[in-house]
């Protein structure tokens, strides 16, 4: 393995420093803007409970929690009777159809989401579910049930029994975090972590329309992190999300989890550290750094290590409770953005309450790669006030949004180079638990944002959730 660097002081110092825009937006685009346009229900009664700060039903790094597929939009949660239900409605509806599919929540668990993918070669939807560090569900549909939907009735006959396997695959006994991703050529991909918090591997499997192959594991735990208070020698990669952008490229942005709590200046914090960023363009099999060096075979002997050069687009130490696993996207021109958080210095150079002092003194950060290949880094002037996730997505015009907890937006226009960030709706009437489930299909199907929400309640009492829509900017 490489030894491990930044990317330079040029880059670094365009990190840290907002930078002028990647290119020049058209005088008659728009800024950006939301308009709500209706609120429907999925559940009056679904389950609530709060583990790990967030809710099963509404944890941010659900891939796909909600998402819009030829005219239909389809959501997923499990019920007050802990059952894993799929529905679906007719987009501009206001009613939604809703399946069980057979499984029950096993464990009182927010880790345990239900995720769904779209494997369009066959037209058929993939669920998995309920997996923290163990064994996993997983569900499809019949085959075509995505492209004909109008005229195929939505039934549990339309489902397969749930099974422990990807069709007779059983990838790991210590699976976490599903996420799918639809290829360019049609086939789906599962994103996964082999192993726990600390000492795991990210892995992919990949379907074809008639079987799952395992790619293997691509990232590494192994190799030395040090720290100016100390050493850890197994570790974590986090995902930010896994996308492909319009010409094929995937990419992925990461934050490390050390297992040593000896890396941090004190117990009370969080041993996550600096923004990284690969991306791949043969389909996941082997991955780059920012210069476009290979730094890592899916499968292979050679992972991506902490100790790789050129990983590190934003260096942070781990006294500061960075956020793992924020939110992604990438713009017209297939340019990552990312959205990170974390306390900044000005608050202090050591967080001893991880919850504490992010919801006191959090802030988020948009992070995005420009035209010329420098970073820019704008603080979002918004008080965190929570703990948990916000999510990024961008508009046609690549207009950039974040939805924070509670369901408030803030946006930023291209024209400014993503630096006029301002509160666009404030979350107002929503009584929102914490972190929204994005729909990241559907603003380039019909330009609205769509989140899922679920309401506050206490203890383990069932609560409300919701889908809620907004014009952007037509």
């Known amino acids: 393995m ?50 790990y700060d967030g809710l099963v039903n509404n944890n941010s790094f659900q891939k796909n929690g909600l998402l819009t597929y030829k005219g239909y939009q389809y959501a997923v949660w499990y019920t ?27 464990t009182s668990d927010s880790h345990n989401v239900i995720s769904m993918g779209v494997s369009t070669v066959d037209g058929r939807l993939h669920l998995n579910m309920d997996s923290h560090s163990d064994g996993f569900t997983y569900v499809k549909s019949v085959a075509g049930l ?28 210590q699976f976490t975090y599903p996420q799918f991703v639809s290829t360019p050529d049609g086939r789906l991909q599962l994103s996964y972590r082999v192993a726990i918090s600390g000492n795991g591997r990210n892995a992919l499997a990949e379907y074809d329309g008639s079987t799952w192959t395992d790619l293997g594991e691509w990232s590494s735990a192994t190799g030395t992190y040090t720290s100016e208070h100390g050493s850890s020698t197994a570790r974590n990669m986090y995902l930010h999300g896994i996308d492909y952008d319009r010409n094929g ?12 709590g000896a890396v941090m200046c004190s117990s009370g914090g969080i041993t996550n550290h600096d923004t990284g960023y690969v991306y ?6 082997t991955w780059r750094n920012n210069a476009g060096t290979v730094v890592g075979t899916t499968g292979g002997s050679d992972k991506v290590a902490v100790t790789d050069a050129g990983l590190v687009i934003d260096a942070l130490n781990p006294d500061h409770s960075l956020m793992n696993q924020e939110s992604q996207f990438t713009d017209s021109a297939g340019l990552p953005h990312a959205i990170i958080s974390y306390v900044p210095g000005r608050f202090g150079q050591c967080t001893t309450n991880y919850v504490a002092d992010r919801t006191a003194n959090g802030r988020a950060f948009h992070v995005r790669k420009t035209s010329t290949g420098t970073w820019q880094k704008t603080e979002i002037p918004v008080v965190l ?26 946006g930023a226009s291209k024209a ?37 929400y679920q309401e506050k309640s206490s203890g383990t009492t069932p609560s409300a959730l919701h889908v ?5 900017p037509a």
């Open 385 to 410: 006030g929570s703990s948990q996730r916000t999510k990024l997505v961008l508009d046609k015009y690549d207009n950039a949004y974040a939805i924070f907890p509670f369901g408030r937006i803030a």
């Open 146 to 173: 995505m492209d004909n939907p109008s005229a195929l009735s939505w039934t549990a006959a339309r489902f397969g029994a749930p099974r422990s396997t990807l069709d007779g695959l059983a990838l790991t006994s």
């Open 280 to 285: 791949s363009d043969d389909r996941g099999r």
């Open 468 to 472: 809620v829509d907004f014009a952007l």
């Open 416 to 452: 400014s180079g993503h630096t006029d960030w301002t509160i666009l709706f404030d979350g107002s009437g929503l009584n929102a638990f914490g972190e929204v489930v994005i729909d990241e299909t559907r603003i380039a199907r019909d330009n609205v944002l769509s989140f899922m």
């Open 2 to 51: 490489k030894r491990r660097t930044l990317l330079g002081a040029a880059l670094t110092g365009a990190v840290m420093t907002p930078a002028l825009a990647s290119g020049t937006a058209r005088a008659a685009d728009p800024g950006p803007s939301v308009t709500r346009t209706g609120t429907t229900t999925l559940d009056t009664q679904a389950i609530f409970f709060v583990s």
């Open 80 to 106: 007050a009777d802990r059952n894993a239900v799929v529905g679906r409605r007719v987009l501009g509806s206001g009613t939604w159809s809703t399946v069980q599919v057979g499984h029950t929540l096993k």
């Open 249 to 260: 490229r995937l990419h992925s942005f990461f934050t490390w989890r050390e297992q040593n």
